[in-house]
């Protein structure tokens, strides 16, 4: 099989390049998991309790039978 001239070189100089691209890739991947654990993974949930769901409701309810007493009585 015959040799394109210089054909070494660019193979040599492309695998150097895509070690460069993979020791760059685990430094952003380094740094994604560096700044995921800063963050805690995610944003903190807020639990509410049944009691204040239930406040909740009722003062919901509340407003939307103020609204609706409005209408009637346009």
Not at 29 to 38: F, H, R
Request: glycine letters at 6%; charged letters at 30%.
């Amino acid at each position: 099989m015959t040799k394109v001239k210089g054909l070494d070189s660019v193979v040599t100089q492309l695998r150097r390049q895509r070690t460069s691209l993979v020791d760059e890739l685990k430094h952003v991947d380094t740094a994604l998991s560096i700044l995921g654990k800063l963050n805690g993974g995610s944003r903190p949930t807020r639990t509410l309790s049944a009691a204040a769901r239930r406040k909740i409701a009722a003062a919901q309810r509340a407003r939307w039978a103020k609204v609706r007493a409005g209408k009637k009585a346009a």
